[in-house]
C-alpha cells in the first residue's frame, strides 16, 4: 500500500512539472510570436496644398491664394533592418494660380509673331483669372519610419524627387457681360514646360504629414516666357 501511494505521489509529482515546463514553453513562444501587425507602406498619398510662384519678374503680379492637389500611388521597398525604405510610384498634380489684374496672352492665334506667353495688365476687368496646368508625375523618395511594425503610427519624414510630363494647361477668365457670368478658356500647352522636375519633403506623425515641393524647372520652356519657379505647401494623407 505504502508502495502503491508513494509510486502515485510520485505520477502526481512529474505530472505537475510536466504541466509547468509546457505552460512555460506555450509562454515563451506566445511572447515570441507576438501578434504582427500589417506594415502600411504610404501606398495612396493624397495633397492638398497652397501653391504659389515664389521666383517670377516683378512685372508678373499673381493673388495671394493658390491650390494645388495632388493624388499618387506609391510602392515601397524598406531598406532591411534599418527604418528607412526607398518608394517609387505614379501620379497626378493638378496646380493653380489666380493672376492679379493681369491677363496672359498665350497662343499664337493672337499674332502669328508672338512667340512668347506674355504678361499684360487686364484691361477687360475680369473677376478672377487662372493659369492651371496638370502634369502626370513619378514621386520618389527616401523615407525614414519612426515605427517599423505599423507605419500608420509614429514619426516619419521623408525626401524626394518628382518627374513630371505635361498632360494639360489653360487660362481660365471670369466677367459679366450684361450681367451674364461669361467663361473664357484658352489652352496654353505650346509654351507651357513639357517636363517638371520638383524636389519634396515630407515630415509628420502617423497617417498626415506636412509636405512642401520646389519646382526645379521653370513654368515656361526657355525663351517661351518669363522665368517663374512655383512652390507648394500643404497636408498630406497617406496610408494602405
Not at 98 to 111: R, W
Not at 164 to 177: D, E, F, I, R, S
Not at 180 to 206: L, M, Q
Amino acid at each position: 500500500m505504502r508502495i502503491f501511494l508513494a509510486f502515485m505521489a510520485a505520477m502526481l509529482l512529474s505530472s505537475s512539472v510536466n504541466f509547468a515546463q509546457d505552460t512555460n514553453d506555450k509562454t515563451n513562444t506566445e511572447i515570441k510570436a507576438s501578434p504582427v501587425v500589417k506594415m502600411a507602406r504610404d501606398f495612396l498619398m493624397v495633397q492638398v496644398a497652397y501653391n504659389n510662384w515664389v521666383q517670377k519678374p516683378d512685372s508678373v503680379n499673381t493673388k495671394t491664394f493658390g491650390y494645388a492637389f495632388n493624388t499618387h500611388l506609391c510602392y515601397d521597398f524598406p531598406i532591411n533592418k534599418t527604418k528607412l525604405s526607398f518608394a517609387a510610384g505614379l501620379g497626378i498634380n493638378l496646380s493653380v494660380v489666380y493672376l492679379n489684374q493681369m491677363a496672359l496672352i498665350d497662343t499664337h492665334t493672337v499674332s502669328p509673331l508672338n512667340t512668347q506667353a506674355t504678361f499684360v495688365a487686364d484691361t477687360n476687368h475680369f473677376k478672377k483669372y487662372k493659369f492651371a496646368t496638370a502634369y502626370l508625375t513619378a514621386p520618389f523618395e527616401l523615407r525614414y519610419y519612426g515605427n517599423i511594425v505599423n507605419r500608420n503610427k509614429g514619426f516619419k519624414a521623408a525626401i524626394g524627387l518628382e518627374i513630371g510630363t505635361l498632360l494639360g494647361a489653360h487660362t481660365k477668365a471670369v466677367t459679366t457681360v450684361d450681367g451674364t457670368t461669361v467663361k473664357f478658356k484658352t489652352d496654353t500647352k505650346r509654351y507651357v514646360s513639357p517636363w517638371n522636375f520638383a524636389a519634396t519633403a515630407r515630415i509628420g506623425w502617423g497617417n498626415f504629414t506636412l509636405f512642401g515641393s520646389y519646382n526645379l524647372t521653370n513654368v515656361f520652356k526657355d525663351n517661351a516666357g518669363p522665368p517663374i519657379t512655383p512652390m507648394s505647401l500643404g497636408i498630406c494623407l497617406s496610408g494602405l
